[in-house]
């Protein structure tokens, strides 16, 4: 199509670069241009926060941002979190833990958006937990488990 | 040390959490098309036309297909004689979301383009959405040839009049249990590749075997050229043991095009085709005595099926009138039900599937008992609950047969676990107070039918057999591969089926990988459904790894010159007992057993593998009692849950960890049915209005209370392992126990009923005075 355009988004520490139609989501960038498949997509209302990853450090549906937004930006998805507890960081150890996925689904998008929390605030109370994962819809839980996993992340910082 | 019962870590997490897992929407096949359908946007109209010229014209369309092109193929398996569904709308449409057209292109934004570029003239029909209106004089008629909408009936033989006229008093309620989304967070997807070798399909799926049974046969192909994969599935709630027509369509079009050809749903058409469960409207009565005593019940069930009858929605309300008495002994009890067809989507299985349609009646009219009779809800179900020493428990219906429960000691601990006198003396208090939010309690002691099941229990669900299977393979290094017929969608069947071989075989856990869910590797599969997981399945894998160690003693006892029945195993080794030091490893058993001149002459090579089929003899009934404290604000009518106690009894736990969970998932979707969710259709259009997730209330973690667990255990008699299963528990227990504490909050109103789900606008009309 004429009207696509170059981009260039540092994923994950890497610099890619593709030409891509302008309504391409940044989801679908990250899934189909680069492959990265662990970013998910579970609606189409920006409702369930499966496809969250961080741009410029901070948590975002990357269903709600268009590939040439993310131009000249960084973004980290699952695959680019790495830390001290055999390769996992604490947020993903507390969820492993804590037994706080089950189908998997949400997971990567969950632990994305519980890492972004963890940023903002380092020591939250679980109803501030909670809020703060709001736009997270998981479907097996029923989140208490996943709260036990943010609880355990805090308690058991990255080691490295 | 047993590791059943261990709170042992998944297996699956690792790569889960790494974003690694597989689900089908992650694979791309070069050359890979997209399928896209294009919807009705009808609930019942006749298809005057599909202008398909435009689509044609987008660049990167490959093709465009309607039903006229999938003329040589019948209905789709499954359905009902003369009511079945086809893979594409064939003259009429009947529910709003049917598929009429698909489109293949080169990726999923030119398939959304040509999906609208495609149109349909519609000539519209009179629709019926409710079944009220679809049982009518007069109603229009979703199969103009059937003559009415209603598909089954099954009537009363005695209408319990003589005996409810006997008791001291008579309850009686009119309740609708309303149609609620199953909502995996990944929507239907499928991705099928037609090469020369034959066909396989990737589908997010719980029955991938059932699955390529009904595909060969509708392709009228071999299965050995049919082969199916269920990956990582994400969530299925019984919405993925439905035979939809996308599934039977991709196939197809793989093999015209020469490609690869996917189809991933997206959440609006996820909401429109998934099917959605429960929907059936109950009008239950009961007779009791002064001292709360139950004697006679009379349940009828109207299930609304939607446009197509799905065999899992035709079962829905028998299991719902099978478990109408729930955990009460109750001398009489007499149920009927009838199916009904509307223009909206087909109603299937979701967790629980006509179980906590029956529980919520039962467990609402006992509390109507005790409104009337002036008694503590907790005291009428003791005096109606079925003694521990009674099972197993005969009921109104013979297929059903209690296997084991101990509601007394449930009850205690659930009022124990939630300070059930401290909250009612609190109650008490609040009353004085009009300022303060109204505050309620409510009880729910509740008992399903699961373990599916005994032979003839899924056959009429249209499976092959009600068995699961298991194989148990000795590599020639001693790991182990576990191959199970019944293939999870995050139940954790990796984790918990090690743990159950690992303890047969004495292997450890980390040397023993599950495969599950293809159906060139997995030998014969029924699927996951019903609560089998662990019961059926998991005991398919103890008999079979029983059977594996028996022959693998032999080989041991030849290589250590000692009689089998002295040696025993442990931490990958045989020793002989009694005999410190006289031992061999497991791996040295496994190497000899490939080797004719190292083992017995009665065994051959290789003979460390066994292939089960586990049959069950009856079903298993899994119960439970759960308490449930509501606080309502005087102002909005919104309900806050401020505390939820789960006592579970599902027989032997084989993870705890694992077992907690699914409760946990459960309940979530119980009170979510209870407070927020409810498929709704635009009566006269048959139109869906919740057709997103911004519409359809899915709770978050912020909408929901933390939970406060507790357990008893009476073991399952009817399987090697005394397991009941949990997978659907808390979804059947968690409903009533929220409406009911609803209902106490609001009684000093007069209020006896609310139904599902309870917002704030109903709950506010009720304080004022408002009737329902």
Known sequence: ?160 | MSLVGARVLRKEDPRLLSGTGTFVDDLAPPRCAFASFVMSTEAHARIVSIDVRAALKIDGVHAVYTAADFAEFPDVPGGFPDLERPALARNSVRFVGEPVAVVVAEDRYIAADAVQAVEVDYDSLPVVTTIAAATAEGAPLVFEHHGSNVVTVVPMLDDLERELERCDGRAKLHIVNQRCAAVPIEPLACLADWTRDGLTLWATFQAPHHLRNYLSTWLDIPQTQCRVIAPDVGGGFGSKIVWYPELFVAPVISKRLGRPVKFAQTRTEAMQQMAPGRDQEHDIEVGYERDGTIKALRLVVSQNLGAYPDPTGLGLPVLTTWMAAGAYKIPKVETSFRTVMTNTTPVAAYRGAGRPEAAFSIERIVDLVAQRTGLDPAEVRRRNFIPPSAFPYETHNEAVVYDSANFPEGLAECLRLIDYDAVRAEQVERRSDPTAPLLGIGLSSWLEIAGFGPNGALEGFGHLASWESAQVRVQPDGSVIVFAGSSPHGQGHETVFSQIAADELGVSYDRIQVRTGDTATVVQGIGTMGSRGVPTSGSAVKVASQRVLDRAKKVAAHLLEASEHDLEVADDAFNVKGSPGKKVSWSDVAWASFQPLAIPPELQAGSLEERLFQESPNFSYPSGVYGCVVEIDRETGHVTVRNMAIVDDCGTVINPLLAEGQVHGGVAQGIAQALYEEMIYEPTTGTPITSSLLDYLVPSAADLPGFVAGRINTPCPNNPLGAKGIGESGAVGAPAAVINAIVDALSEFGVDHVDMPATPEKVWALMQGGAE
Not at chain 1, 3 to 24: A, F, K, M, Y
Not at chain 1, 109 to 133: F, H, K, N, W
Request: proline content about 4%; charged content about 20%.
């Open chain 1, 1 to 160: 199509m004429s009207r696509d355009q170059p981009v260039e988004i540092t994923v994950n520490g890497s610099r890619t670069r593709h030409v891509v139609d302008p309504r391409l989501l940044l989801v679908h960038y990250l899934r189909e241009r680069e492959r990265l498949t662990g970013t998910h997509v579970g609606c189409d209302t920006s409702n369930c926060g499966a496809c969250t990853v961080l741009l410029d450090g901070e948590s975002v549906k990357s269903c709600t941002v268009l590939a040439v937004q993310a131009d000249g930006h960084e973004v980290t998805t699952i695959e680019g979190l790495s830390g001290g507890y055999d390769g996992f960081t604490a947020v993903q150890e507390g969820f492993r833990q804590c037994h706080g996925l089950q189908c998997g689904y949400c997971t990567p998008g969950m632990v994305m958006a519980v890492t972004g929390l963890l940023r903002e605030r380092t020591a939250p109370t679980d109803a501030e937990i909670r809020e703060g994962l709001e736009g997270n819809l998981c479907r097996c839980t029923g989140y208490q488990m996943i709260v036990d996993s943010v609880r355990w992340a805090i308690d058991h910082p990255d080691p490295d």
